[in-house]
């Protein structure tokens, strides 16, 4: 675990992002939220069905950050970045999991055609929209990760989460503070898994061994199969189709620079 950058996440430095994240989402519930939607749904946005921003909307959903860490654990078994990623992502859906319900606010979409007559049956799933799990998904994996990468690896990361949750903005499918929210929600969640990780992660040769690879490429393919039977292929398929090209050039790159190091 010492070939990873460690780094000092103090709880006061958590405390100011976290609050101010609170108070951002706060001005946007309150006076942004409402005004903002009315105004996309009044744009174009048919871009929103391209190959490329469907593949980018995927990075939020937690079958294909599964997908993700099985082909981490193939390529390098299981290692404190893998640990501490399904960790992040579990302390995350037990946050969002419950105060969704709770706080049973209308999506976007849903509220806008009631305001119009349009719909008058809000489906339970329309009545899930506080906090964004795709954004805290998105954010959790990639605060995770930034304890463990450096440089332009780790603003990468950022810029990817925020893609994601902007993305679920403009489709109507949340709120700018839903999506703000899920962020904290993610930023607390990658902390946690990170100090799990190096605190109780005890890393063993048989977790990089060649039984432990050849499960995480099953389940790459398992995930794959799963998302095309049960979720229909546009998704995942447009995943595969543009991302999946920079997956294995960077697959090859790493391979290569690991063999010449």
Not at 49 to 70: D, E, M, P, Y
Not at 155 to 168: E, F, K, N, P
Not at 244 to 255: E, M, R, S, Y
Request: charged letters at 15%; glycine letters at 10%.
């Amino acid at each position: 675990m010492a070939r990873y950058p460690r780094r000092n996440e103090g709880p006061l430095f958590l405390v100011i992002i976290l609050a101010l994240l609170a108070v951002i989402s706060l001005i946007c519930w309150l006076w942004v939220d409402r005004p903002l939607a009315y105004w996309l749904s009044r744009q174009d946005r048919s871009w929103y069905n391209h190959g490329l921003v469907t593949a980018i909307v995927q990075l939020g959903k937690g079958r294909v950050l599964a997908w993700f860490i099985s082909l981490a654990v193939a390529y390098k078994g299981i290692r404190p970045g893998v640990v501490a990623a399904v960790i992040s992502l579990i302390v995350a859906g037990m946050m969002v999991g419950p105060l969704k319900p709770i706080v049973g606010r209308v999506r976007p979409a849903a509220a806008i055609a009631a305001s119009r007559g349009a719909s008058t049956n809000i489906s339970g799933s329309q009545r899930h929209s506080f906090p964004s799990g795709d954004a805290a998904a998105a954010f959790a994996v990639a605060s995770t990760l930034c304890g463990l990468v450096a440089g332009w690896k780790a603003i990468g990361l950022i810029v990817i989460a925020t893609a994601v949750a902007c993305l679920r903005v403009i489709s109507l499918n949340h709120y700018p503070s839903d999506v703000i929210a899920g962020a904290a929600i993610g930023l607390v969640s990658g902390i946690v898994g990170l100090r799990i990780a190096r605190a109780w992660y005890l890393p063993d040769r048989r977790h990089q061994g060649t039984a432990v690879r050849m499960i995480g490429a099953a389940a790459v393919v398992l995930i794959t199969a799963g998302s095309f039977l049960f979720q229909g292929k546009g998704p995942m398929l447009a995943f595969l189709i543009y991302l999946g090209p920079i997956v294995c050039i960077w697959l090859v790159w790493d391979a290569l620079g690991r063999r010449f190091r």
